[in-house]
């Protein structure tokens, strides 16, 4: 499954990395409806937040370019900087 895969490698070279041996503390499991085979991705607790900032974000940048947003990427606050996910 492409999101599966697209996640795992995402993970695997960001700062959130899987700590190799550690027990994960979420797993995200996905099946693909086409085949019915379950896909998953181990996260540590690092991961798992990092993950769910990205994804906080990327919903407030999605509202922001709406009409009646304020046009402001969340992930960079409006300075167009690549940069740390801020918190």
């Known amino acids: ?3 599966a895969a ?5 993970l695997i070279g960001s700062r959130a990395s ?4 550690l027990a994960p503390a979420v797993v995200l499991a996905m099946t693909d409806p086409a085949t ?3 896909h998953t991705v181990a996260l540590q607790p690092e991961s798992a937040d990092w993950l769910t900032r990205l ?3 990327s919903i407030a940048s999605c ?6 947003g304020n046009g402001l990427c969340a992930h960079c ?11």
């Open 1 to 3: 499954m492409a999101l």
């Open 6 to 10: 697209a996640l795992r490698e995402l």
């Open 55 to 57: 994804t906080v974000d």
């Open 63 to 68: 509202r922001n370019a709406h009409s009646g």
């Open 77 to 87: 606050r409006g300075t167009g900087r690549a940069g740390l996910v801020q918190q």
């Open 36 to 38: 019915g085979t379950e």
């Open 18 to 21: 899987d700590g190799e041996g």
